[in-house]
């Protein structure tokens, strides 16, 4: 079949492509930036993409001979304050271009929406819902709770809570139930949905097999990493006690914060029905989940991170944007060095940040992401997803990697930190030398006086970080 993805890059999306791609799909991804095309698919032959940004369509036209389309457009982790009018237009954009091909089917990966006062996103997943309804087309629907797995933001946030907590004193919606699902059993929905005419014009939850509160969910997971933690839940932490509480102690975004605490106020039971015998599937454990989801951070497998979603830092652009370092009006710190081992210092560069660190006093990189989240900034919690691997629009730790290119023996980063203007850091082999340059853009009075404020510590940690990646 011929199938259109929306949300290539994104956590879900990235990997339902793999999947199709084995069952011999030919597959049309549509990706807002073409600098962003994950690098397991780019030069894949049954795919074609095509850049389209579904808040402006104008002038977009697409193949008319789709069989089927996955719209899988989220905005969870978007500060904006009108994301229900943004996730609108998105749908109605999408369903304009849609309903001039010969699409049959396009299946939606929505939210349960059970509960009599849904939470600001949940009544956004709705609303989307109602709004892909076509005569033109059939619809598939399925409604997802809590997504469990290597990189989902759920999975992250409970692990943070988990691993740096052994006792913690948390708000009284720890107490609200949900139905999580392994991310793999979501996937598993998703791919054996298309074609399938039972499912048209149909919506179903999906789930696990459990019902279990937010502090079931953490003790559980506790267990499955052999570590006891204790709760208390208190009833005098507000909505946006809660919100600071999430975003101090887990890598999650203020705004990302704010939604899940909006959402996690709200219970997330499905409601029953024959679609797990329809298709044949039988939902893993919450516990299972967590471990196999262990099993792929060990390997160092894994496919697609929350953190990657380019909306979980500052962008609200294209990477493309800001690939261009500006040459006037900016401050700069170059130096280079000559290399001796090439590939060693290529694993170095590709290895920067996360557990690994940048090499060079640590400690006050650390206390630069402190400082960070204080401001409301990203902080370093975010890390990397892999250890060697970096592809372009990658979070690492509070950069965004904007171009990475092994050909080209360039790693290029833009700053996702509060500051009172624009930086990047880039790296590059020229002739048996690298090149490290970081360059500043102020912005007005205070973004010189920051530039001269940690001027005096550029000389030893931009000095020793080089050294490092050079020296073995």
Not at 261 to 281: F, Q, T
Not at 384 to 412: P, Y
Request: glycine fraction near 6%; include cysteine; aromatic fraction near 12%.
């Amino acid at each position: 079949m011929k199938i259109l993805i929306t949300g290539t890059t994104g956590y879900i999306a990235k990997r339902l492509v793999l999947k199709l791609l084995k069952d011999g799909h030919q597959l049309i991804c549509c990706v807002r930036d073409l600098n962003r095309i994950p690098d397991e698919i780019e030069h894949e032959n049954n795919i074609e993409f095509i850049k389209i940004d579904f808040l402006n369509t104008k002038d977009v036209v697409l193949p008319e001979d789709i069989d089927a389309a996955y719209y899988l457009i989220h905005s969870m982790s978007t500060s904006a304050n009108n994301f229900n009018e943004l996730e609108k237009n998105c749908a109605l954009n999408f369903k304009k271009l849609i309903t001039e091909t010969n699409c049959k089917q396009v299946i939606y990966l929505s939210g349960i929406v059970n509960d009599n006062s849904l939470s600001k996103h949940l009544q956004s997943r709705l609303d989307v819902e109602n709004i892909l309804q076509s005569k033109k087309y059939s619809t598939t629907v399925f409604r997802a709770g809590i997504i469990v797995g290597s990189g989902s933001a759920s999975f992250e946030i409970i692990r943070d809570i988990v691993e740096k907590l052994p006792v913690m004193v948390t708000p009284s919606w720890l107490k609200t139930k949900t139905q999580p699902i392994a991310v793999r059993d979501v996937l598993t929905f998703l791919e054996r949905a298309v074609g399938n005419e039972q499912l048209y014009n149909k919506s179903f939850d999906i789930c696990g097999p459990e019902i279990l509160t937010y502090k079931e969910m953490i003790l559980q997971f506790g267990e499955v990493r052999e570590l006891k933690r204790y709760i208390l839940t208190l009833p005098i932490l507000t909505p946006k006690l809660s919100s600071y509480w999430l975003y101090f102690v887990t890598s999650t975004s203020f705004s990302l914060a704010q939604a899940l605490v909006d959402s996690m106020k709200v219970e997330v039971i499905a409601k029953p029905s024959n679609i797990n015998s329809l298709l044949d599937i039988e939902p893993i454990s919450y516990k299972e989940s967590v471990s196999l989801a262990f099993q792929k951070i060990e390997q160092n497998a894994v496919v697609s991170s929350w953190k990657d979603a380019v909306i979980s830092g500052v962008f609200q652009d294209q990477l493309s944007d800001h690939i261009q370092i500006p040459q006037f009006g900016c401050y700069k710190d170059v130096r280079f060095r000559e290399i001796t081992d090439e590939s060693f210092t290529m694993d170095k560069i590709w290895s920067i940040g996360g557990k690994n660190g940048w090499y060079s006093f640590n400690w006050l990189w650390r206390i630069r992401g402190y400082v960070d989240k204080l401001f409301g900034g990203v902080g370093l919690r975010r890390g990397r997803t892999h250890d060697k691997h970096l592809e372009s629009g990658d979070a690492l730790d509070f950069w965004r990697v904007l171009l990475a290119d092994k050909k080209q023996k360039r790693l290029l980063l833009y700053a996702e930190m509060k500051l009172p203007g624009e930086a990047w850091l880039e790296f590059k082999i020229v002739k048996d030398k690298l090149y490290q340059r970081a360059v500043f853009r102020p912005k007005g009075l205070w973004g010189r006086a920051y530039w001269y404020a940690v001027l005096p510590f550029h000389s030893f940690v931009f000095k020793g970080m080089i050294n490092s990646l050079v020296k073995k």
